[in-house]
């Protein structure tokens, strides 16, 4: 059973545009939220982080928002640029966490194009 | 970047032999984690440890184990390889808090198994 859940396996985006990736979890009990970024052949690097207690934290050109009672969250990527492209994995941290372990959806392709 | 690094890189192995993956950490971070990555699944994990001698099992732990007799080093093994365990390995460290469960990948182990 899929917790954490990426509905699209591929994003395909213009360069200079928006890219909003999503992601729903299914525990309202989940407390932190993560992204991660993908290249091939490469270990997942940490983009950007949100707390439960918050519903939007920003970096630079990264957004990530919240949405509780939807149980979703997105990022915003503005302006995406080819760089972008790469796999991008939304994670959750679950309830009384004592591994600090997280529980990552399937991933969404992005693909930026010039 | 965090100090981690797998090895081997590559591997190719036949069914039924066993197989260790290394993982290495210059950081001198408590949690270290096993994960593995397969088209449609994302990450998931295999087995992590909170500390010298101290580890337990993930959402996917049959077939595999762990040992950690140091600080720096996590191995995975495989006491008999199946053509079910072909996939990318990842190993990850974090020092967890809360509010704070980042974890920093390696760059990854491809095996094959024939």
């Known amino acids: 059973d899929q917790q954490v859940k990426q509905n699209s396996p591929s994003l395909s985006v213009q360069e200079g545009r928006i890219s909003i990736l999503n992601c729903d979890y299914t525990?309202?009990?989940?407390?932190?939220f993560l992204w991660y970024k993908k290249y091939p052949a490469e270990g997942p690097t940490f983009l950007i982080s949100?707390?439960?207690?918050?519903d939007k934290n920003e970096d630079g050109r990264f957004t990530v928002f919240l949405n509780k009672s939807a149980k979703h969250l997105s990022l915003h990527i503005v302006p995406s640029q080819p760089g972008d492209s790469a796999v991008y994995f939304c994670?959750?941290?679950?309830?009384?966490?004592?591994?600090?372990?997280?529980?990552f959806g399937q991933g969404t392709e992005l693909s930026v194009k010039p | 970047d965090a100090g981690i690094t797998q090895s081997p890189r590559h591997k190719v192995t036949e069914t039924g032999t066993p197989v260790t993956l290394r993982c290495h950490q210059t950081?001198?971070?408590?949690?270290m984690y096993w994960y593995r990555q397969d088209p449609g699944h994302g990450l998931r994990l295999i087995h992590y440890s909170y500390g010298v001698k101290d580890t337990d099992k993930g959402e996917v732990s049959d077939g595999y184990s762990v040992s950690r007799s140091k600080t720096e080093d996590f191995l995975l093994t495989l006491e008999s390889a199946t053509s079910s365990q072909t996939s990318v390995y990842f190993c990850a460290i974090s020092e967890p808090m809360v509010g704070a469960y980042e974890q920093y990948f390696g760059p990854g182990t491809r095996l094959t198994v024939t």
């Open positions: 949100i707390s439960s207690i918050k």
């Open positions: 525990n309202s009990m989940f407390d932190y």
């Open positions: 994670a959750a941290s679950p309830p009384y966490n004592q591994g600090g372990k997280l529980i």
């Open positions: 950081e001198n971070h408590r949690y």
